[in-house]
T-cell receptor, first 110, second 114 residues
């Protein structure tokens, strides 16, 4: 069946470094992707989204890249801070239903 | 602006009891979604509702689970005769009609079945 999955389950970085979190998806018909951040004990928090007619979108300290050829999505966080430590999920929205990847645990060391 | 609200935040039920989880969407949002998250896993879609209508319930177990979103009041996810496997975090999200793709999540209800 279709799925959205992540390459790396954990990522540890030093404060100030840039972080890159990757995601692969299998549904070539997907046209809308979202990155969520989930802190312990909380609900997912919307970070940034991208539609399939784009290959890059930038927000505040975050950039999402979409490579439709290889069905790959990445989230780049610039100047990572301890407050960025969380689980990051990519998700695909299909007719209102979000399909989430497994998640990547990002740990930022001071 | 208040975000998506869920209550209770924690719920403990014995096997065989009923669990009722409530979700109040963000102001102005008319679409509600329920997701379940098992420990160390991603969220799994359960059901998508609009006021008084179920749009997509393809992720709902066929038995014991039901959901509603009445004209007035919160959306309710109801689990009858709970079993230990129902223990999970249940998240509600909402979106507006004009921006259906953007789903905003509540803090979740953590259900523990003993």
């Amino acid at each position: 069946g279709e799925s959205v999955g992540l390459h790396l389950p954990t990522l540890s970085v030093q404060e100030g470094d840039n972080s890159i979190i990757n995601c692969a998806y299998s549904n070539s018909a997907s046209d809308y992707f979202i990155w969520y951040k989930q802190e312990s004990g909380k609900g997912p928090q919307f970070i940034i989204d991208i539609r399939s007619n784009m290959d890059k979108r930038q927000g505040q300290r975050v950039t999402v890249l979409l490579n439709k050829t290889v069905k790959h999505l990445s989230l780049q966080i610039a100047a990572t801070q301890p407050g960025d430590s969380a689980v990051y999920f990519c998700a695909e929205n299909s007719s209102g239903k979000l399909t989430f990847g497994q998640g990547t645990i990002l740990t930022v060391h001071p | 602006n208040a975000g998506v609200m869920q209550n209770p935040r924690h719920l403990v039920r014995r096997r065989g009891q009923e669990a009722r989880l409530r979700c109040s969407p963000m102001k102005g949002h008319s679409h509600v979604y329920w997701y379940r998250q098992l420990p160390e896993e991603g969220l799994k879609f359960m059901v998508y509702l609009q006021k008084e209508n179920i749009i997509d319930e393809s992720g709902m177990p066929k038995e014991r689970f039901s959901a509603e979103f009445p004209k007035e009041g919160p959306s309710i996810l109801r689990i009858q005769q709970v079993v230990r496997g129902d223990s999970a975090a249940y998240f509600c999200a909402s979106s507006s009609l004009s921006r259906l793709d953007e789903q905003y999540f509540g803090p979740g209800t953590r259900l523990t079945v003993t």
